[in-house]
């Protein structure tokens, strides 16, 4: 099935003005460019109650910001070199396609149509509601810990700015005995010449980069239970990490949406320059082929398809809540279904870049300690703070490559804890929607910080790298599956696949291409419990190098995963006591029945199934546009408040 009904940039035929005053026009009869019919072109779209992105632009750079995260640098080329090399791409782009570019448009989708975050798109089956605290959940647990990750980039981005990195050689206070660095004087010649014979014979060897990593910036303690002290360098950081956050949505998305023109763009131009720098250097086509070399024998192991399934989910952010929500201030008619794809792919892409940006580096530093380069390849921290850092000493002015890594980090991962607290600030927000609290969202954006901040603040001790990892691997993993799987049913069969075909042709001016609907109805789903069966066939109890977590650290990593999924259930039973009915099916029925107030956020989107029969309950939630604002309330009040005209009379917004 071909993706495209369309060329890339051409309009929809709906984007613009709904029709004129009088009866509603059906959907398949408004034509035109980007929405509006002939003549209105100047058709003003725009919700002055929750505000909208400046232009498309800022919607997707924000959203690749958003999708294309830390994991796309120090996770995605690990998996690929440990299961198969090229040949895992194949089930990669085939996930991609199946689950990840449909579970990406149906999200887009989702907010777009009802303009609200993730609480108040629950409008569609009130019973699902804790489907959207669930995803509150997870974006708390997410945003504490991923500022806390790109505080430590801060810290090294900072002492990066010297002479001498400070992880090159072995003769600091915090090195032990058992130091060796390929740079350090005071390893014998001998050792240096045969590094491959010293790695063979000890496992007691440490290089500086690690030494510094766990002796000094850490200080780690000998267990997740023993605290110890905070690490004031990295409470420094974590404050500043904060505070960028902060002063970068002060506005909302009127704010951010100008920092992502950097943010979401200048990682690009770093890892471009670290891939010229790298593909320059004797050993880098090694680590190259090493990433890329297929083995085809691994395709038929179900473990590579599962981490390539779980790879694209959780890399593009599905289920967090942030794509609800920023494709919830984009105009009612913007074409999402196209910005989908693009942005779906340009993720995927950004991660098979990356690959050959950390392989050609660490295809060098192999080279120059004359080992394999399995023997230097690692994931997650141990790559961004360890390894990848001791391959930059070897290099003429390290300091210059240490700044530029570490920034892209930052930007990385700040793009990422952006969209994080703006899905936590809208959802707040939409759901208490009276005016004294939006005209007060910057305190409420404060608000959120600082609890984010003081909450991160155990993750800055000694023992904060485990609880980091123990909230990496339980908070944020089968939750994520099992609430996208819950969504994904709740819309296609609780509310209706047709109606919700309906929805986006009114929406977008075309429905849904088949290949999506099938998917959305058949595949993802399938492809989304295999995960969940697959992550659960997988499972085995967390660890962090040698340190193996007692048994009530793993309880607590369960209960964080839970804390997100019984969200469901437990406001699923609340919805059905509380719904009319006088018998148990009566009240299921009403507890998932689209609310009055479902649909587009706009009066004048709201025809057909939607016109409003203006009543108190769904007045409150309805923003209309004054057709002539500057003749007095009679007249106002004699025009329909229903449907728009046809001409210069949005050129201003109101509410109702």
Same mark, same amino acid.
């Given at each position: 099935m071909k993706l495209g009904t369309r060329r890339a940039g051409q309009p929809g035929p709906l984007d613009g003005s709904r029709g004129q005053l009088g009866p509603p026009r059906p959907p398949q009869q408004v034509s035109g460019e980007n929405g509006a019919v002939p003549g209105e072109r100047g058709k003003q779209d725009k919700s002055v109650k929750r505000g909208n992105w400046g232009n498309q632009i800022e919607f997707v750079l924000t959203s690749v910001g958003y999708a294309v995260g830390l994991g796309n640098v120090w996770r995605f080329p690990y998996l690929c070199y440990r299961n198969g090399g090229g040949a895992f791409m194949f089930p990669y782009? !085939?996930?991609?396609?199946?689950? *990840?570019?449909?579970?990406?448009?149906?999200?887009?989708?989702? *907010?777009?149509?009802?303009?609200?975050?993730?609480?108040?798109?629950?409008?569609?089956s009130p019973m699902f509601k804790g489907v959207g605290y669930g995803m509150m959940v997870v974006s708390t647990y997410i945003g504490i810990y991923y500022n806390v990750v790109i505080c430590i980039a801060f810290y090294y981005f900072f002492v990066s700015m010297t002479r001498v990195l400070p992880w090159t050689y072995c003769s600091n206070a915090w090195n032990t005995p058992d130091c060796a660095g390929v740079l350090d004087g005071n390893v014998s010649s001998h050792a240096a010449l045969n590094l491959t014979h010293l790695l063979n014979a000890t496992q007691k060897r440490t290089s500086p980069s690690e030494e510094y990593w766990r002796r000094y910036v850490l200080d780690l303690s000998d267990d997740i239970g023993n605290l110890g002290e905070v690490r004031l360098p990295l409470l420094g950081c974590?404050?500043?990490?904060?505070? %960028? %956050?902060?002063?970068?949505?002060?506005? *909302?998305?009127?704010?951010?949406?100008k920092v992502v023109y950097f943010t979401a763009t200048f990682p690009y131009v770093v890892l471009t320059i670290l891939f010229v720098r790298g593909i320059t250097l004797e050993g880098a086509l090694t680590g190259i082929m090493y990433y890329l070399t297929p083995q085809w024998d691994? !395709?038929?192991?179900?473990?590579?398809?599962?981490?390539?399934?779980?790879?694209?989910?959780?890399?593009? *952010?599905?289920?967090?809540?942030?794509?609800?929500?920023?494709?919830?201030y984009n105009k009612f008619h913007n074409n999402c279904y196209r910005d989908s794809i693009i942005i779906s792919i340009t993720n995927c892409a950004t991660s098979v870049y990356?690959?050959?940006?950390?392989?050609?580096?660490?295809?060098f530093m192999a080279n120059h300690l004359g080992v394999d380069v399995s023997k230097v390849a690692d994931h997650g921290p141990g790559l961004a703070f360890v390894a990848y850092p001791e391959a930059l000493t070897l290099l003429p002015i390290s300091p210059l490559w240490s700044i530029l890594f570490f920034f892209m980090l930052i930007l990385l991962g700040l793009g990422t804890q952006f969209c994080l607290?703006?899905?936590?600030?809208?959802?707040? %927000?939409?759901?208490?929607?009276?005016?004294?609290?939006?005209?007060?969202?910057?305190?409420?954006?404060? $608000?959120?910080?600082?609890?984010?901040?003081?909450?991160?603040?155990?993750?800055?001790?000694?023992? $904060?790298?485990?609880?980091?990892?123990?909230?990496?691997n339980y908070a944020a993993s089968f939750s994520l599956v099992v609430i996208s799987c819950i969504m994904c049913v709740a819309i296609m069969y609780i509310y209706g696949y047709?109606?919700?075909?309906?929805?986006?042709?009114m929406m977008l001016g075309f429905p849904p291409p088949l290949f999506f609907q099938i998917c959305w109805r058949f595949i993802s789903p399938a492809?989304?419990?295999?995960?969940?069966?697959?992550?659960?066939?997988q499972y085995r109890p967390i660890s962090y190098n040698d340190y193996v977590y007692p048994t009530w650290a793993i309880s607590i990593g369960f209960l964080m995963a839970l804390s997100s999924v019984i969200c469901i259930p437990i406001y699923a039973i609340y919805k059905v006591c509380r719904s009319e009915g006088d018998t148990l099916l009566e009240r299921l029925k009403n507890a998932t029945k689209a609310s009055k107030d479902w649909g587009p956020a706009l009066a004048e989107h709201r025809s057909g199934r939607y016109a409003p029969a203006f009543s108190p309950s769904t007045e409150s939630h309805l923003e209309v546009q004054p057709l002539q604002p500057e003749k007095g309330r009679s007249e106002a009040?004699?025009?329909?408040?229903?449907?728009?005209?046809?001409?210069?009379?949005?050129?201003q917004d109101s509410r109702l």
């Open positions: 782009f !085939i996930m991609l396609v199946f689950c *990840g570019i449909p579970l990406f448009f149906m999200e887009l989708s989702f *907010g777009q149509f009802a303009s609200q975050g993730c609480l108040g798109v629950w409008r569609v974590l404050g500043v990490s904060w505070v %960028v %956050v902060f002063l970068c949505l002060i506005k *909302g998305v009127k704010s951010s949406g691994k !395709i038929l192991n179900a473990k590579v398809w599962g981490d390539a399934a779980s790879q694209i989910f959780y890399s593009l *952010g599905c289920a967090w809540g942030g794509l609800i929500t920023m494709a919830s990356a690959g050959f940006v950390i392989f050609s580096i660490l295809g607290l703006e899905t936590l600030v809208t959802a707040i %927000v939409d759901e208490v929607g009276n005016e004294w609290i939006i005209r007060r969202k910057t305190f409420v954006t404060l $608000g959120v910080a600082v609890a984010g901040f003081l909450l991160g603040v155990p993750l800055t001790t000694q023992a $904060g790298i485990y609880w980091l990892l123990l909230m990496d047709r109606n919700y075909f309906k929805d986006i042709e492809i989304i419990f295999f995960i969940l069966v697959f992550t659960v066939i009040a004699a025009a329909s408040p229903v449907q728009g005209s046809n001409g210069s009379a949005h050129s």
